[in-house]
T-cell receptor
Framework: NAGVTQTPKFQVLKTGQSMTLQCAQDMNHNSMYWYRQDPGMGLRLIYY???????DKGEVPNGYNVSRLNKREFSLRLESAAPSQTSVYFCASSGSYNEQFFGPGTRLTVL | RKEVEQDPGPFNVPEGATVAFNCTYSNSASQSFFWYRQDCRKEPKLLMSVYSSGNEDGRFTAQLNRASQYISLLIRDSKLSDSATYLCVVNGAGGSYIPTFGRGTSLIVHP
């Protein structure tokens, strides 16, 4: 039982490059989330998916797209990376009681 | 007013001390409440759910005060290993079910 897994763990991009962050959970949770965490800013919600087939914007969605591929997987895509997107990205999932479980994070640097 | 507010600290306490953190929330209709612990450069991990009747887990006690719209976390007999950032999470703080994180309170326990 791996919980929530994320790939990659680290990534360096040049401005304008694209990439997809992958997230998967094996807890049969309906809801999944993508956050970014910057120093002094706390965790900010980018997108979330309340159930398979639905996605909604969070607090800071600009510059990102998501796909809820199936119940297990929720990916985050940066189409044209910008230095402002340098951050730590966390994926999370939650079940019936709204308790969230997080993946280990992806540390992204955009040069 | 921010939806979920925490004193960022740091709270600097000696081993064995008792320390308490509060977290205030703005939406009186908020429905579920949690405390998470985050170690440096790691993902947040669920510490405790906060129930209306309060709950205790070993040295940790969480309480909810709906009238004054805050939750609290009490740590007794602090250990060096308790040093971390403590995040409060409120579901429904922004008027929807999605979770809102406070920015965290830093705790440093010294010998």
């Amino acid at each position: 039982n791996a919980g929530v897994t994320q790939t990659p763990k680290f990534q360096v991009l040049k401005t304008g490059q694209s990439m997809t962050l992958q997230c998967a959970q094996d807890m049969n949770h309906n809801s999944m989330y993508w956050y970014r965490q910057d120093p002094g800013m706390g965790l900010r919600l980018i997108y979330y998916s309340a159930s398979e087939g639905t996605t909604d914007k969070g607090e800071v969605p600009n510059g990102y797209n998501v796909s809820r591929l199936n119940k297990r997987e929720f990916s985050l895509r940066l189409e044209s990376a910008a230095p402002s997107q340098t951050s730590v990205y966390f994926c999370a999932s939650s079940g019936s009681y709204n308790e969230q479980f997080f993946g280990p994070g992806t540390r992204l640097t955009v040069l | 007013r921010k939806e979920v507010e925490q004193d960022p600290g740091p709270f600097n306490v000696p081993e064995g001390a008792t320390v308490a953190f509060n977290c205030t929330y703005s939406n009186s209709a908020s429905q579920s409440f949690f405390w998470y612990r985050q170690d440096c450069r790691k993902e947040p991990k669920l510490l405790m759910s906060v129930y209306s009747s309060g709950n205790e887990d070993g040295r940790f006690t969480a309480q909810l005060n709906r009238a004054s719209q805050y939750i609290s976390l009490l740590i007794r007999d602090s250990k060096l290993s308790d040093s971390a950032t403590y995040l409060c999470v409120v579901n429904g703080a922004g008027g929807s079910y999605i979770p809102t994180f406070g920015r965290g309170t830093s705790l440093i326990v010294h010998p």
